[in-house]
Every structure is written in structure tokens, then in C-alpha cells.
């Protein structure tokens, strides 16, 4: 009994007293330190992805604008800084400007031309009629053939001698000697229109499934008003279709912008240089005249007005959502 009565005295365990009882839970700050380790788990991934694929050659070009790098650099392994000679240089040298005019005449004109056509185009496939989906279909197919396939093709169709264009032309009594792709003044126009010709489909695409998106409520509701064709699409399908067409207009210019592959394949930016622009500027300086500083300071312009135009893009769009 004794015993008994000593065991009971005796302070509980600790161990074994909290054993059943619950564990406590984590302390608010703790919790909110594993949310966040998990959140960058999930990011950390991506921004390595980033930092190596996208931050460290950005960071390396913007380096190798301000250094004498010189085919001799890679056995040497020197490239010594110059400070801002291959700036100065650049800009300094007539060809830069007139790459730079060209390469806005040649993005201008691009868009334009692909979005008016391939609006135009869904538009006309919105409706419904025999054969519409075959006739997408074949509409795509520019799009998917590669661009240095398309220029090369191009290129015998608009030759002047033997190209199937002036043949074409020249029957029907409008002249069959047009020098397509050796003329200055005619060049820059014939690779706008071909580069008009490979976009189309992607503008006709992306602004088709837009138009799908638009409210039928809306036009039944003009119509009742008693709006016509061309009004109902100004201020009923336009204004829907904005976001749409903003994201069209956006990729189109990052895309024809740098362009640098249709122009080899056409005139490798002749003649007489009335084709270059700032993307075959940059091929030129670095893998021609093997001067990579120069072809660096292009680089950069080019980065630089896409960054531009991105920045003014984002705050267009959040100026959209307040």
C-alpha cells in the first residue's frame, strides 16, 4: 500500500505524459518560412533555366561590345577592352543607319500588310461555307515550311530572267522584265512581300480563334439597332478583339524585327546593301568580318528596342486592367 502511494507521488514522465496528448502545431512564422521554401523550390528551376540560357549570354554580349574581340581570341583567349570604340565605330559607319531605317520600313510594312491580310481572311473563315476547313488548312502551309525553304523558292519566282512571276506577268501584257530582287529600289519591297506572304497564316490563326470568342449576343443586339456590316466590326468585334490583336502585333514584331534568315536566302542583304537591316548587320559584322565587337553593339541595339517596345506593351496592358 505504501508502495503504492509513493509510485502515485511521484512527478508524471514528461515523455510519456505528452505521448498521447497532440503535437502542438507550428509557429506562424515557421509556417510561413516552409511556404516560401516551397514556392522557391518550385521558381528555382526556372530562374536557373533563365540565368543560363538568357541572363549569362545577354551579360557576355553586352561585355563583348566593350572588347577587341577578334577570331585571335580563341586561341588566345585575350579579348582586351576598348571602351567605346566598337560603339563609335558602329555608329559612326552610314551603314548603320540605313539598316536601322530599313529594318523599320521592313517591320512596318510587314505587319501591316500581315495583319490586314490575315484579318481579312478570318473574317471570311468565320462564316460557314463548303470546304472552309480544307481551305485553312492549305492557308497554313506557308507558315509551316521552313523560312530558308520559302526564301530560296522565292527567290526563283521573282528571278528575272527565268522566274515563273515575270513569266506570269509578261503574258498577261504587264511587262515581264521586272528586276525583282536586283533592283535597290525594288528589292526591300519583294522581301516585304514575301515575309507579308509566310505570316499571314499565323495572323489568320490567332485572330480566327479570336473572333470565335466574340459574343453573338452582341452582333444580334447591333442588328437590332440597325447598325450595319461594317459598323457592327468597328465598334462591336474590334473592341473585343483588342487583346487578341495586341498579342498578334507584339509577337509579329519580335519575330520580323531580327529577321535574318529570309533576307540571306533572298539577297543576303544586297544590293548595294538596300536590303540590310539590323539582323543581317549583326551576321555581317560578326561572321563576315569576323569583327564580333561590332556585331555585339548591333545585338544590343536590337535587344534594346524590343525591350522598348516590351515595356511599352506591359504598361499599355496594365493600363488596360485598371
Known amino acids: 500500500m505504501a508502495s503504492t502511494t509513493a509510485s502515485a507521488a511521484l512527478p508524471a514522465d514528461p515523455k510519456t505524459a505528452g505521448a498521447g496528448a ?56 585575350e579579348a582586351p577592352f576598348n571602351g567605346l570604340d566598337n560603339w563609335r565605330n558602329v555608329f559612326d559607319d552610314g551603314l548603320f543607319g540605313k539598316a536601322l531605317w530599313q529594318t523599320i520600313l521592313f517591320t512596318v510594312g510587314s505587319l501591316a500588310g500581315q495583319f490586314c491580310i490575315g484579318l481579312a481572311l478570318a473574317v471570311f473563315f468565320s462564316r460557314r461555307f463548303p470546304l472552309n476547313g480544307i481551305l485553312r488548312s492549305l492557308i497554313l502551309l506557308p507558315w509551316l515550311v521552313p523560312m530558308v525553304v520559302s526564301g530560296i523558292v522565292w527567290r526563283r519566282i521573282f528571278d528575272q530572267d527565268t522566274g515563273v512571276l515575270n513569266s506570269f ?65 468597328r465598334s462591336v468585334t474590334l473592341p473585343v478583339l483588342k487583346p487578341v490583336i495586341t498579342v498578334v502585333l507584339v509577337l509579329g514584331f ?5 529577321i535574318l534568315d529570309l533576307v540571306l536566302a533572298l539577297t543576303d542583304g544586297g544590293p548595294a546593301d538596300s536590303t540590310q537591316t539590323l539582323g543581317t548587320l549583326t551576321y555581317q559584322n560578326s561572321f563576315v ?26 504598361r499599355a496592358n496594365r493600363n488596360e486592367g485598371k
Not at 25 to 42: E, I, N
Request: no cysteine; proline share 6%; glycine share 10%.
Open 22 to 77: 497532440a503535437e502542438k502545431p507550428p509557429s506562424p512564422l515557421r509556417a510561413k518560412r516552409r511556404r516560401q521554401l516551397a514556392q522557391w523550390g518550385f521558381i528555382a528551376p526556372a530562374v536557373i533555366f533563365m540565368a543560363l540560357f538568357f541572363g549569362y549570354p545577354l551579360v557576355r554580349n553586352i561585355v563583348m561590345s566593350f572588347q577587341d574581340y577578334s577570331p585571335s581570341t580563341f586561341f588566345t583567349g
Open 169 to 233: 506577268l509578261g503574258t498577261l501584257g504587264l511587262g515581264g522584265d521586272t528586276p525583282w530582287l536586283t533592283s535597290t529600289s525594288m528589292a526591300l519591297v519583294s522581301v516585304i512581300l514575301v515575309n507579308i506572304w509566310i505570316g499571314i497564316p499565323f495572323n489568320m490563326v490567332i485572330l480566327y480563334g479570336g473572333l470565335q470568342e466574340v459574343p453573338k449576343e452582341l452582333h444580334e443586339a447591333a442588328a437590332l439597332d440597325g447598325a450595319s456590316a461594317w459598323r457592327t466590326f
Open 254 to 258: 519580335m519575330s520580323t524585327v531580327k
Open 289 to 314: 568580318q569576323m569583327d564580333f565587337g561590332a556585331g555585339a553593339v548591333v545585338g544590343n541595339v536590337l535587344i534594346l528596342i524590343s525591350a522598348v517596345f516590351a515595356v511599352f506593351y506591359l
